[in-house]
């Protein structure tokens, strides 16, 4: 089992999500997120003082895999979620020792 | 009743109607009582509450960082409680009661208007003897004010009570925003109704009250003197007598909600109609042309700020609270002039107030003392600077065509005839039409000098006594701001409460017997405790 945590831009959720709706993906979290990279950060004006923010918004998902599906979900997500402009994100896969599903205590691949 | 009825029926029928007719003259307010005056007097001065609570309380609340807003919010309701108890318990008479300590205003008639020699003259026009408003007699009767000697208030004592209230309530909330951040509760508690009593009630019986400025001929539409340069060096001083807030509040001093923001702000412009349209006194032609020029000098006002952003600063953007700024600045500086200029006058006021402060703000704040002292939302620049120039402007702009007060005329029973523009513009009989004669339409500069005279009163008096007054509440409290481990904190520290709480992360401790606690009603009924019904069946 792996789990892929991906760091998008925000509005590419919804292409990202039908597309991995398609490939039969049980599941995903998101959580909205600030961070950089090679993106830079921006400036802001309040009351006529600047203020800069290295952060700017992104979301991250995670999604549990089957070791079989790892590979054309990050594909299915990184496909998705390109436009070719710096600051797309980035995609990652961990490995996972041990998921169970809370409600009725299965474990391993049955709990994806 | 039938058509058909007895005679006796029909008799009873017209002693019905007799009693209707009878009920028809008879009205349940005294005569000198008109229904439009006074019902616009009301609903005016609610208008200008609503710019206090909620307008400038979100206002302020929403622009301060988010550990700062609860504290805000406290303070604007507890500051309005406050000034109203003052109000009615002694301070209304000081600033608009029917006579001044001394005898120079005696029963709402000046009694001085020949010349006695400035001293006597200034000192016994000075501040209304105080006393309470609490009676039937007190707050139903007729109102009766020097604020007002040309034609007989056509409302009762409360009507002008509560319309003058929502002012001097705004007034020191104004100026919460130079010393937010770090001023005690307690010591803002104590410094509300003390500077209302000794600032407020002077300077508005001075210029308003019919006390020694109003006599000389200074005018004041709706307070840029008495309530926006005084809120704001009062402000600025209290901020430097206080010292600043910490270094880390003032680099972030991040706004927390924009769009609440523009909630406040929005009703601070509507509530504006009734602030500079209610001073008039009547519903009358001046009501209407105060609140167009009130609308005319904003959006100028405000476009201004947002042009001279988008062009002249250094980030070169219309920035949304630079809007904002200007919008009080067009408001502030149109404040004094509402119903004295014309709409050509509105358009140029709100604009050069704008214009100037917007340089103020970004080179000035730059320049000793201004740039020593945290006035943290910069009230000495949009209310102090802008209030300033438009007292002034009245003096340049004023127009002796635009009457605050015509003359309608009255046939022999009392009923209003006929009257054309021309008979309203000109005197009729006892009255005398009241417009101010600016520089521009009579070359004469001398309300540019009486109003430069009021000016510099109100900066004096406003600057002195609020620096006494701190002073004062800094000795009594062992210092009147909190603690820098206080500062640190904000909110949750003073008040025990945070202005976005999180459901998910708070868990009630120390469940007692409070009303409406679920635990204590399952006691009081005698059921044992358990799950709320349909906590069960979905395991």
């Known amino acids: 089992m792996k789990l892929v945590v991906a760091v998008l831009k925000p509005f590419k959720l919804d292409e990202v999500k039908e597309a991995l709706k398609t490939l039969g993906v049980q599941g995903m979290t998101v959580a909205e997120a600030q961070g950089f990279g090679r993106q830079r950060g921006h400036t802001e004006v309040y009351r006529g003082a600047e203020y800069e923010v290295d952060f700017v918004p992104k979301i991250r998902i995670e999604v549990l895999v089957d070791d079989a599906q790892v590979n054309e979900v990050v594909d299915a997500i990184v496909a998705t979620a390109a436009t070719g402009k710096i600051g797309d994100g980035k995609v990652w896969v961990l490995p996972v020792d041990t998921v169970v599903r809370v409600r009725t205590g299965e474990r391993g691949s049955d709990a994806i | ?539």
């Not at chain 2, 000098?449 to 062992?478: C, D, N, P, Y």
């Not at chain 2, 409070?514 to 395991?539: K, N, V």
Request: glycine residues 12%; hydrophobic residues 50%.
């Open chain 2, 1 to 539: 009743m039938a058509w058909w009825g007895s005679q006796d029926a029909l008799t009873d029928e017209r002693g019905a109607l007799a009693v209707l007719a009878a009920a028809a003259h008879a009205v349940p307010y005294p005569s000198w009582l008109n229904t439009g005056d006074n019902t616009w007097q009301v609903t005016a001065a609610t208008f200008v509450g609503l710019m206090s609570l909620p307008g400038l309380a979100v206002l302020y609340a929403s622009i301060v960082p988010k550990k700062w807003a609860v504290n805000v919010l406290a303070m604007m309701f507890a500051g309005f409680s406050l000034v109203l108890i003052a109000w009615v318990l002694w301070s209304y008479k000081m600033g608009f009661g029917s006579t001044s300590i001394g005898g120079g205003v005696h029963n709402g008639v000046q009694t001085q208007l020949s010349n006695v020699g400035w001293v006597k003259h200034f000192f016994e026009n000075l501040v209304g003897k105080p006393g309470q408003v609490l009676n039937s007699v007190n707050e139903q009767g007729q109102a009766v004010s020097a604020a007002n000697t040309a034609v007989p208030f056509h409302f009762p004592t409360d009507s002008l009570l509560y319309f003058q209230f929502v002012f001097a309530a705004i007034t020191p909330l104004l100026f919460l925003g130079s010393v937010l951040g770090r001023i005690k509760f307690s010591a803002w508690c104590l410094l509300v109704p003390l500077w209302s009593t000794f600032v407020y009630g002077v300077d508005a019986f001075l210029l308003w009250g019919g006390g020694y400025f109003a006599q000389e001929g200074s005018v004041d539409f709706s307070g840029g003197y008495v309530i926006h340069m005084s809120a704001g060096v009062s402000g600025f001083v209290a901020a430097w007598v206080l010292g600043p807030r910490l270094l880390r509040d003032r680099r972030n001093a991040l706004p927390n909600n924009l769009v609440m923001a523009a909630v406040g702000a929005g009703i601070l412009w509507l509530g504006w109609n009734g602030f500079n349209g209610g001073d008039p006194y009547y519903a009358g032609a001046d009501m209407a042309a105060a609140v167009v020029n009130t609308n005319l000098a904003t959006a100028c006002g405000l476009m201004v700020w947002v042009a001279m952003d988008a062009w002249l600063s250094k980030e070169r953007k219309p920035t949304f609270l630079g809007a904002v700024n200007g919008m009080i600045c067009g408001l502030v500086g149109i404040t004094p002039c509402a119903g004295f200029v014309n709409g050509w006058g509105a358009i140029a006021v709100g604009a050069i107030c704008s214009a100037v402060v917007w340089i103020c703000w970004n080179f000035l704040s730059k320049v000793r003392p201004f740039s020593k002292v945290d006035d943290a939302l910069g009230v000495i620049y949009t209310h102090g600077i802008a209030g300033f120039f438009g007292g002034m402007l009245v003096g340049i702009f004023g127009d002796p065509n635009t009457l605050e007060l015509g003359c309608g005329n009255l046939n022999a029973s009392g009923q209003v005839i006929n009257t054309t523009q021309q008979q309203y513009i000109t005197a009729h009989g006892g009255c005398t039409p009241f417009g101010i004669n600016g520089l521009m339409y009579t070359g004469s500069a001398h309300q540019l000098w009486e109003q430069f005279r009021a000016a510099l009163w109100v900066i004096f008096w406003s600057a002195l006594v609020t620096f006494i007054l701190m002073k004062l509440i800094g000795l009594v409290l062992g210092g009147a701001r909190y603690s820098d481990a206080i500062l640190e904190v904000g909110d949750l520290a003073i008040h025990g409460e945070e202005a976005f709480p999180e459901e998910t992360l708070a868990q009630r401790i120390g469940v007692g017997s409070m009303a409406g606690d679920p635990e204590s009603t399952s006691l009081a009924s005698g059921e044992p405790d358990r799950a709320p019904p349909g906590a069960e069946g979905e395991h």
